[in-house]
């Protein structure tokens, strides 16, 4: 691996792909243009291992990529000729666990339901055909969605919100994190993207021995986190509104907000346009 200039961090729903196609059209030339410099781009995700697998052939990445919200990092075998410290091997990778191990969540979320006396319902509990019917998505699609390592996806059996938000302060309280997603709630335990971008960006200084400009796309508010752990940053607008995340997003600090540079374009369009822009100033 030569030593790169720029190491770019991105989401991957919404940025670099479509997310209820998966497409990344638009986005080939930049792309292409990645590999033809050797630059390599860290893949960031809400999604399981499994669930990326197809995209990440699709598009020909050979790079570490970061799982459920921050909770598992992954290195392709043999990427790095340094030792990594704290590496497990899991499949074709060696992986960095930075979450609790799903099964501890998951034995969390129904002792805090019950402690709470809040009916929940999470992936665990639901077979794939149960999950395809929630969602919407093919049965197989659920199969991938199920094969949750760190971070599990759960919705409660009632409307109560006292009874929700206590939930949230007892799973606080035992450190455990929720958060509300478009359909399920989400809970995990140290998933932390921002500190995935800086581990991966210290080994790559480590690897290359080279001064690194770390860059990142990010396409929602809930990547604002990770991208203040970079030194240049854009956030795409919403697809279909055209809003930048940070006209939906206020109280953010003016320090914070000016290392963040609006994209023009949503999705793989504006992801693309984004990265020839920076990497065009090579």
Not at 39 to 60: A, C, F, N, V
Not at 82 to 90: F, L
Not at 169 to 189: D, K, L, N, P, V
Request: hydrophobic letters at 40%; proline letters at 5%; charged letters at 25%.
């Amino acid at each position: 691996m030569l030593a790169p200039r720029h190491l770019i961090f991105t989401a991957l729903e919404g940025a670099l792909t479509e997310p209820r196609t998966d497409s990344f059209a638009g986005a080939e030339n930049a792309l292409y243009e990645l590999d033809r410099r050797k630059i390599p781009y860290i893949l960031l995700t809400s999604r399981t291992r499994d669930e990326i697998e197809p995209i990440r052939r699709k598009m020909g990445h050979s790079h570490p990529f970061v799982t459920e919200n921050g909770g598992g990092i992954y290195f392709p075998d043999g990427y790095f000729s340094v030792r990594i410290p704290g590496v497990t091997r899991v499949g074709r990778y060696l992986s960095i666990a930075q979450g609790r191990a799903y099964a501890e969540v998951c034995e969390a979320l129904d002792e805090i339901a019950d402690e709470c006396g809040v009916g929940v319902t999470g992936f665990h509990h639901m077979s794939a055909r149960e999950i395809a019917e929630n969602t919407g998505v093919k049965p197989r699609a659920a199969e991938l969605a199920r094969a949750r390592e760190f971070d599990e996806l759960f919705y409660f059996n009632s409307t109560d919100e006292k009874a929700i938000a206590h939930f949230v302060e007892t799973a606080r309280a035992r450190g455990f994190a929720t958060r509300r997603g478009e359909t399920f709630w989400h809970i995990s335990s140290k998933c932390d993207p921002a500190r995935a971008v800086r581990t991966i960006a210290e080994l790559f200084r480590h690897a290359t021995h080279t001064k690194l400009r770390l860059v990142g796309i990010g396409a929602d508010e809930r990547d604002l986190p990770w991208l203040a752990a970079v030194n240049q940053a854009v956030l795409l607008p919403s697809a279909g509104s055209g809003q930048n995340a940070w006209d939906a997003t206020p109280g953010r600090s003016t320090r914070t907000r000016a290392s963040v540079v609006a994209g023009s374009l949503p999705g793989p369009a504006g992801w693309g346009e984004a990265i020839l822009n920076i990497i065009g100033q090579s």
